[in-house]
C-alpha cells in the first residue's frame, strides 16, 4: 500500500479485511486503528530486545493494543513469551481475540479489556513484567479539531487523542508500568513526529526510570523512546 495515504490506506484495509504488519497478515476492521508502517519500528525494537534470549519466558505487555498488532508480533517472533494486550473499547478487544485466534496464539497472548493497567488489576503481575510496550494516541485534541481532523472520518478518536499536548497517555503508562516491571524492565513507546524533547522531559519529571534513549526511522526521525526502570 505503499505511495498511498493514511486515509487510503485505511480505506483500502477495510476494504479487504486485512493489512499486513512486519511480515504477518492481520484482521482489520471498524473501531480499531489500521496498523501503520511506522509502528515496525516500535515492534522491532522491542523483539531484538529479547531475541538472543527467544527461549526465555519473558513476560510483556501491550497496552493500547488496537489490533493487537504489537501483541501478535511479539507472540510470533518470541515463541516463549508470554504476553497480556489490553485496550479500552470493545472493538479493539475483539479484534485484537480474533487475530490472536487466527494466528493460534490463544495460550501464550491474554486479551483484556480496562482503562490502561486496571486491566491487570489482581492478575497478580507486578513487579514481574519484563517490558511494557505501547503505541498510545499522541495527536494533541486541539490539532484533531484543525489539521488532524480527517483521521477521525473512518477510525476511533481513542486511537488518536492524546490529550492537551498529544502525551497525556503516555504520562499514565509511565506512572502506572513501574509496578509491574522488575528492576531493569523496559518501557518502549511510539511518539508523533517533535516529540522527543517532551517524552524525554517526561521521563525526566515522572522519575524511576534510567538509560533512556531514541529510535529512528529510515529518514532519521526519532519515533521510539525507551527505558529501563531504575
Known amino acids: 500500500m ?17 493489512q499486513r504488519f512486519c511480515g ?3 484482521l482489520a476492521a471498524p473501531g480499531a486503528l489500521v496498523p501503520r508502517a511506522e509502528t515496525e519500528l516500535l515492534a522491532r ?20 493494543c488496537g489490533s493487537g498488532n504489537l501483541a501478535c508480533f511479539l507472540g510470533v517472533t518470541l515463541p516463549s513469551a508470554e504476553i497480556w494486550a489490553a485496550d479500552l473499547t470493545d472493538p479493539c478487544v475483539d479484534l485484537t481475540r480474533r487475530n490472536v485466534a487466527q494466528l493460534d496464539l490463544g495460550e501464550r497472548v ?8 486496571a486491566a491487570l488489576h489482581d492478575l497478580e503481575l507486578e513487579g514481574t513484567v519484563d517490558a511494557v510496550v505501547c503505541n498510545p494516541p499522541y495527536i494533541s485534541s486541539g490539532k484533531l479539531a484543525g489539521d488532524s481532523a480527517p483521521l ?13 499536548y498529544g502525551i497525556s497517555i503516555h504520562q499514565r503508562v509511565m506512572q502506572q508500568a513501574l509496578a509491574y516491571l522488575k528492576p531493569g524492565g523496559w518501557i518502549l513507546f511510539e511518539f508523533g513526529l517533535g516529540q522527543e524533547r517532551q517524552i524525554e522531559k517526561l521521563f525526566a519529571r515522572v522519575g524511576g526510570y534510567t538509560d533512556f534513549s531514541l529510535r529512528f526511522d529510515e529518514h532519521g526521525q526519532p519515533r521510539v523512546a525507551l527505558a529501563r526502570k531504575g
Do not use: K
Open 2 to 18: 505503499s505511495g498511498t495515504s493514511n486515509t487510503d490506506n485505511v480505506t483500502l484495509a477495510y476494504q479487504a479485511g486485512w
Open 24 to 26: 504477518i497478515n492481520l
Open 45 to 64: 525494537t522491542t523483539a531484538r530486545l529479547f531475541e538472543p534470549s527467544a527461549g526465555w519466558a519473558v513476560r510483556l505487555v501491550d497496552m493500547c
Open 110 to 117: 491474554h486479551v483484556l479489556q480496562g482503562d490502561l493497567f
Open 152 to 164: 477521525l472520518a473512518q477510525e476511533p478518536r481513542e486511537a488518536f487523542d492524546g490529550g492537551p
